[in-house]
């Protein structure tokens, strides 16, 4: 499905939206809640990945396919390992068929588990024979993906002894192993985390309880880019969001100030306000703690005209795409100047959106919604704009709400 998007009336916007529970949440809930029924999930994510999830929880098949979910396929892996007398050939998408798993295979190995590569040493699709892990020790490398380690630390509290887990290098993407170790304290399930080293201790049961989760902040990031992008006064109401939230994107309230927009935190919303206009200075920033939204970041300055120059990206090349490169491709086709590095990207300032151009979005959810905020600038073609269902389902349905003309080509 080809799109075009455009904005016919002003560009002043008032509107109020409901965003799905956050993707990350809940596929840590979904397993948790196999581990532990005594939980029941609220406002669970409707994605493509969350659905993936529960199927492969609930299904008796040896094969499971989670197509492009990463979060799906890293966690899967230890809970499979450890899933006693059942056998499985894990797989997704030909890209998941390229995005490394041998860290997290790794680590399970040494604790005893059985699984092997089914056809590329180091990459999915995996054969795995669920037994009993008894090690309670294991080292891995947290530079790479913190999946990995969120994977070994849900299923750690059903080993006999727990797991003490030593992480070596530089860690990546912290905020995501907070989330967890927070989940895991919400439930009742006690953890450690001192220097380099995560302790999780063994828990049998834990107490009926109802788990809500909060919105997906990722998500909010393309509404910070068009309330960045649109009219001074305009703003959005954006449900279910909280201050305490267990998401690191949701630091985008701090940098999108740079952009003039104010968020206000109500009982269960935020509302998001151009007050001012954006500040032209660069924008600096490290993401290694908030890979996610540097697609999103990256569009804004461009389409405000300001540069930026973000770094901690090493791991956008190994996501549903390369970003890096699919950044610099589809930028520079609007006219901007990019340079990139393998964990860099920097953006000059442009005084020129191209119109009209067709944005390729490689099977990757977040190249076709961080472009689509562009349409309050220019006209702007999204192909295979079907893609925003890994993570958004009704994204579209939303853009339309908020004003942006779709026409299907
Ligand atoms: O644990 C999670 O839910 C996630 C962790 C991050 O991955 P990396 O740790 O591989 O950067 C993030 O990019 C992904 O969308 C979700
Ligand atoms: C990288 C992402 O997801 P995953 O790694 O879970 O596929 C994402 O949603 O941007």
């Known amino acids: 499905m080809d799109i075009l998007l455009n904005v016919l009336a002003d560009k002043r916007i008032e509107e109020e939206i409901t965003i799905s ?50 979060t799906a396929m890293r966690f899967l892996t230890s809970y499979f390992a450890v899933n006693k007398g059942r056998e499985v050939f894990l797989t997704g998408s030909e890209r998941m068929q390229n995005r ?23 990459y999915p699709p995996l054969k795995i024979k669920g037994k009993k892990l008894t090690k309670d020790k294991v080292q891995i490398n ?34 995501y192993i907070k989330m967890t170790l927070s989940l895991l304290s919400q439930i009742g399930i006690e953890s450690s985390f001192q220097k380099n080293v995560i302790k999780v201790f063994p828990k049998e049961t834990v107490k009926t309880q109802t788990v809500v989760v909060e919105s997906d902040w990722s998500s909010a990031s393309y509404f910070y880019s068009i309330i960045a992008l649109a ?48 500040n032209q200075e660069t924008l600096v920033r490290n993401l290694k703690d908030a890979p996610d939204i540097a697609q999103t970041i990256a569009v804004t300055c461009f389409a405000e005209g300001i540069a930026c120059h973000l770094s901690g990206l090493h791991t ?32 000059s300032k442009a005084s020129n959106i191209n119109s009209n151009i067709a944005i390729d979005t490689y099977n990757d959810h977040r190249m076709a919604m961080a472009f689509a905020p562009l349409a309050l600038k220019v006209s702007i073609k999204i192909n295979d704009a079907e893609v925003v269902t890994k993570s958004y389902q009704k994204f579209w349905n939303d853009m339309e709400q908020i004003g942006i003309n779709i026409t299907h080509l």
């Not at 993906?145 to 990546?172: H, M, P, R, V, W």
């Open 21 to 70: 529970g956050s993707k990350s949440e809940s596929n840590r809930l979904l397993i948790l809640q196999k581990l532990f029924p005594e939980i029941t999930i609220e406002n669970l994510s409707d994605s493509d990945d969350s659905v993936h999830m529960h199927h492969a929880l609930t299904t008796e098949d040896l094969l499971v396919d989670i197509g492009h979910a990463g």
């Open 100 to 122: 490394p798993i041998e860290i997290l295979v790794n680590a399970l190995k040494d604790l005893g588990a059985d699984i092997t590569y089914a056809e590329k040493q180091g």
């Open 142 to 175: 947290g530079n790479v993906s913190s999946q990995y380690i969120s994977s070994l630390l849900l299923i750690a509290s059903k080993l006999d002894n727990g797991l003490e887990i030593e992480l070596t290098g530089k860690i990546t993407s912290v905020p």
């Open 231 to 278: 009219d001074l006064g305009s703003e959005i109401k954006l449900s279910a969001y909280k201050q305490e939230s267990l998401q690191g994107d949701s630091c985008l309230a701090d940098i999108y100030s740079h952009f003039g927009v104010t968020t206000t935190f109500g009982n269960d919303f935020i509302t998001l306000k151009k007050e001012k206009n954006t």
């Open 316 to 347: 956008l090349k190994i996501k549903e795409t390369d970003r890096l490169v699919a950044l610099h491709d589809e930028l520079t086709k609007l006219g901007a100047k990019v340079s990139i590095t393998d964990e860099t990207l920097e953006v």
